[in-house]
């Protein structure tokens, strides 16, 4: 399994310089890719341009979107900005896609949130038939595990305990066999970290999650602080068949991702 | 701590006295709306094994419990007028009335406050404690006063059920079977005490308007069900009531289980059908999780409550879907009266996906040897090879094993092959296979001999002219390279997909008679015709056009030897499509419910398909295939022991 690490583009106090460091240094340190999360009502960079602005200061790390949401953009649009990146990046795009899950997202770009679902199958069919298109991923519950067998490279779980993966990874798998696609899916898994005490980076998950009601503290206790919990998802990730996890930062401190690569390596 | 808890059924006391156990300074108050002697119901089960958590939580009250117990090991299946024994599914029962009796005195005397015949009408006057818990069942009113914030989901199983009692106890727990006039009487009987059992009976609505239980008036009704099962009571024996009244089992979930200081548990938070006997336990094991999470968060509530329901969610949502499970077994018994009785127990014990035939053999090794020998034919035999490795018998086709690949050489007893096309016209994508380039059939060489190889004929219809599987599913070619298209209707498969023009019928029964001579020229022995996905002739099932299908398939069955099986593949949408096939010839059917629109969703989870081959198979009578999400070779030992299919697809590794 290889394993990446989020980019900070939605953390309190996000901004150029950090972003710079810290997609620098994640690369000397090897992580394999660098993520982006896509939301409009919040203050966070719209994903392809942080990732084009990583692709100045790196070499080898993928660039995954995990998941960038499709349908608030026209696919002519969408191909273009990924077709561009491709080039920049010299082909390390990965282009995770999904329907998001806050409609006021879709309020803001004025686009219609009960067609989603359709609208995200279409734009996939046709970036999928575009030759220059990037490897895809689909993230999601439900359908989303046909729609990442029909027209994807695999499928992007949206994070929580190894066991939740576990049981969506089956299904992605499962989708996989009913659609008789050759050979088998990229599982792609994701969590969330803050070394150091109990409670750092929950301000941030409580307030990115507040739309979800009482969830928002679930996903703030499970935030990984201490290298042991960093290892044992990493594990535990590993033993359910994730090929590639990316650990998304709650908080802006670059210090961050070398406590993350020893707690990885260790 | 202040604590306010609503309700003194075990979730309540419990949690009362585990709270005031790990620190006595808390004041915990419990609030009962009926006497502390009211006796509702009769005895309680415990279905699992290990009570070690109670054990651990709180030793006093676990002794005072398990002494009072009444456990037994085997569990008795009453049906056809004939008994079947199973062992090693340890229950344990006991009074409900001494259940909360033993809790009482032990929250007595460790200092919780009961109050008892105070009917709680508004939350309002116990909003002043640092934790209010509703532990007030399954019509909570903590549930419905914050019913924004737990965001509930209720529902109603549609079966009619009520508790009885028995004045005497069942030696072991058993489950009854009995039909009348009126319809099936199911029982689940346990014994509670030395002259005690609960007996839970279960019918359909329509035996109940049938029976006019609809009408009756409580007396009445005893009395009739106690005639119903008075032969399996013994003479003299009766039946006992309690407020029992025929009702539909509620189903209760909620998104959450907290909001601010109160916290929901138990019944209130959730039910799981009785017909898994787990209730009980679940509001205990609440209850430990509850105090656990209170005791490491000490000041911080948020956390703790937060904890407790991320720890108890999962739980308790994986019990109530095995628990729909069975409450659905239940009320479709009847597609399994055909069964032979060692298989309908067999059935019944497997019937949801938590225990499968590894779990049974460890459960009770002479049962299952037993069971082994009788489905490889009971010729006297005293071993046998387990369900998967049983040969099969369709016409004159004696398949080697029960395991379905689409591979030679891997071990299957029947290798299918993806869809070979009848006509160019008619294929998926380039790559798929044509009839008149199809390979001589390969039988006998296969690993382990055998191996016997089923050709799948079919038309891509809609679906045609697609790019390569490597690439995705539906996905049409470059229009330079495509194909004309032809379907029921002049309609697109998806909304990125081609138009096809309507299709003519007759010269497509033509192609199909053809490919079948040379499928059967080249050697081989199975043959079955594609009918599923919303490929060409599944789109005419998909609007009710049953006569093309069933004359291109009589056409078929007619050149098709008739010593050799003739399969389908289809969806069990439609049961009736099903019987029709069966009756023009079809010995088997591969139950595919995936694709046949472009937006149709599965619900993938482990063994997903064996629900729908078991529909098609013990519905309509019919030799079936189950696919989907079988991984284990304990999967199909017992997805075919257990009768929901013949033969299983098995996903490669």
Redesign the interface.
């Known amino acids: 399994m290889k394993v990446g690490v989020g980019l900070p583009t939605s953390t309190p106090g996000h901004d150029r310089e950090l972003l710079l460091r810290w997609a620098r240094r994640a690369e000397e340190l090897g992580f394999s890719s660098l993520g982006v999360v896509d939301r409009v009502v919040y203050d966070c960079w719209e994903p392809i341009s942080a990732l084009t602005l990583a692709a100045e200061v790196t070499e080898q790390a993928r660039l995954a979107t995990m998941i960038l949401i499709g349908p608030l953009r026209t696919t002519a649009e969408l191909a273009s900005q990924a077709a561009e990146l491709q080039e920049l990046s010299a082909g390390r795009l990965v282009l995770g896609l999904g329907i998001g899950a806050r409609h006021d997202d879709y309020q803001a770009k004025g686009v219609d949130p009960s067609r989603r ?2 609208a995200l ?2 734009q996939l ?2 970036l ?2 575009d030759p220059a298109s990037p490897p895809l991923l689909v993230g999601g519950g ?2 989303a ?2 729609r990442a ?4 490279d695999g499928y992007v779980h949206g994070g929580g305990p190894p ?1 939740a993966f576990a049981g969506a990874a ?2 992605a ?3 996989w ?6 050979g088998s899916p990229q599982l792609w898994g994701q969590g969330y970290f803050a070394l150091g005490d109990a409670l750092r980076g929950a301000d941030y998950l409580r307030d990115y999650y507040a739309f979800t ?3 928002a ?2 996903i703030a ?2 935030n990984l602080t201490s290298p042991q919990a960093v290892k044992d998802f990493v594990r535990g990730y590993e033993e359910e068949g994730c090929d590639e996890l990316v650990l998304f930062p709650t908080v802006s401190d670059p210090a961050q991702l070398d406590g993350l690569a020893e707690a990885v390596a260790a | 701590m202040k604590v306010n808890i609503l309700g003194a059924g075990p979730a309540g006391l419990y949690l009362a006295i585990l709270l005031k156990q790990s620190d006595r300074r808390h004041q915990v108050q419990v609030v009962e709306r009926n006497a502390p002697d009211a006796t509702f119901g009769f005895g309680v089960v415990f279905s699992e094994g290990s009570l070690d958590e109670l054990e651990r939580a709180d030793y006093e009250s676990y002794i005072a419990i398990t002494e009072s117990f009444a456990s037994w090991n085997p569990l008795d299946v009453r049906y056809w007028g004939t008994l079947t024994r199973i062992r090693g599914n340890v229950f344990s029962g006991i009074a409900r009335q001494e259940l909360l009796r033993l809790l009482q005195d032990r929250a007595d005397r460790l200092g919780v406050e009961l109050v008892f015949e105070r009917e709680v009408r508004s939350l309002d006057p116990y909003l002043d404690a640092d934790l209010v818990v509703g532990a007030d069942g399954a019509n909570s009113l903590t549930r419905r006063t914050y019913a924004d ?1 737990f965001r509930p989901e209720l529902g109603q199983h549609p079966a009619k059920y009520a508790w009885f009692g028995a004045d005497f106890a069942f030696p072991v727990f058993t489950y009854i079977f009995k039909e009348t006039r009126w319809g099936l009487f199911q029982a689940h009987c346990y014994p509670y005490a030395v002259d005690r059992s609960t007996m839970v009976v279960l019918i359909s609505e329509a035996t109940w308007r049938n029976a006019g239980l609809d009408e009756m008036s409580e007396q009445e009704s005893l009395e009739l069900t106690q005639a119903v099962f008075q032969d399996d009571l013994g003479e003299g024996r009766r039946m006992l009531g309690n407020r029992s009244l025929w009702i539909n089992f509620p189903w209760i979930s909620c ?2 289980w ?2 601010g200081p109160v916290v929901i548990m138990g019944d209130a938070a959730h039910t799981a059908h009785f017909s898994i006997g787990s209730g009980t336990k679940l509001a205990l094991e609440d209850a430990i999780a509850l105090a656990r999470a209170l005791a490491r968060w000490k000041d911080d509530r ?2 703790a409550l ?2 407790f ?2 720890e108890r969610q ?1 739980v308790v949502e994986r019990l109530q879907e095995a628990s729909r499970v069975s409450a659905d077994y239940f009320a479709s018994v009847q597609r399994y009266f055909r069964f032979q009785p060692p298989q309908f127990a067999y059935q019944l014990m497997t019937r949801t996906p938590r225990i499968t035939h590894n779990n049974l053999t460890a459960r009770d090794p002479q049962f299952v040897r037993e069971f082994e020998t009788w489905f490889a034919g009971g010729d006297g035999r005293l071993v046998a090879p387990p369900p998967a490795f049983t040969p099969l018998q369709l016409r004159e086709v004696v398949l080697a094993n029960r395991i379905v690949l689409t591979r030679t050489g891997q071990g299957a007893g029947l290798v299918v092959t ?1 869809l070979v096309a009848v006509t160019p016209e008619g294929r998926i994508d380039p790559e798929t296979v044509l009839v008149s380039d199809l390979a001589p059939s390969p039988t006998g060489r296969g690993r382990g001999g055998g191996e016997e190889v089923m050709i799948s004929l079919g038309h891509a219809g809609a679906r045609g002219a697609m ?1 390569p ?8 070619l470059p229009e330079a390279e495509r194909w004309p298209l032809v379907s029921a209707s002049a309609r697109a498969y ?3 997909t081609p138009v096809p023009s309507e299709a003519d019928p007759a010269p497509l029964i033509d192609q199909f008679v053809a490919a079948a001579r040379r499928v059967r020229e080249l050697g081989y022995r199975l043959l079955e015709l594609d009918f599923s996905r919303g490929y060409l002739i599944d789109s005419f099932l998909l609007e009710d056009r049953l006569d093309f299908p069933l004359q291109l398939l009589e056409a078929v069955r007619d050149v098709w030897p008739a010593d050799l099986p003739l399969g389908v593949a289809c969806s069990s949408d439609s049961l009736e499509a099903v019987r029709a096939f069966k009756a023009a010839g079809v010995d088997l059917v591969r139950v595919l419910n ?2 046949r629109t ?2 149709a ?2 619900e ?3 063994m ?1 398909g064996a629900a729908a081959s078991d529909r098609v198979r013990n519905e309509c009578g019919v030799q079936t295939i189950a696919f ?2 079988i991984t284990t070779v304990d999967e199909v030992n017992t997805i075919v022991a257990a009768g929901r299919a013949d033969l299983c697809m098995l ?2 590794l």
């Open positions: 679902g359709r199958s279409e069919a046709e999928r038939m439900g359908p595990f046909l067998a029909r027209f994807a066991r089956a299904r798998r499962a989708a066999r009913e659609a008789e696609r050759p009601g009482g969830f503290e679930r206790a499970a | 914030r998104a959450s907290h909001s948020e956390a937060t904890e329901e991320m999962p993806s790019r599987r490597s690439l995705g599913l539906d996905l049409p998806a909304p990125w995936g694709q472009w937006d969703r599965t993938y989870g482990r997903y989907g999400q996903d490669p």
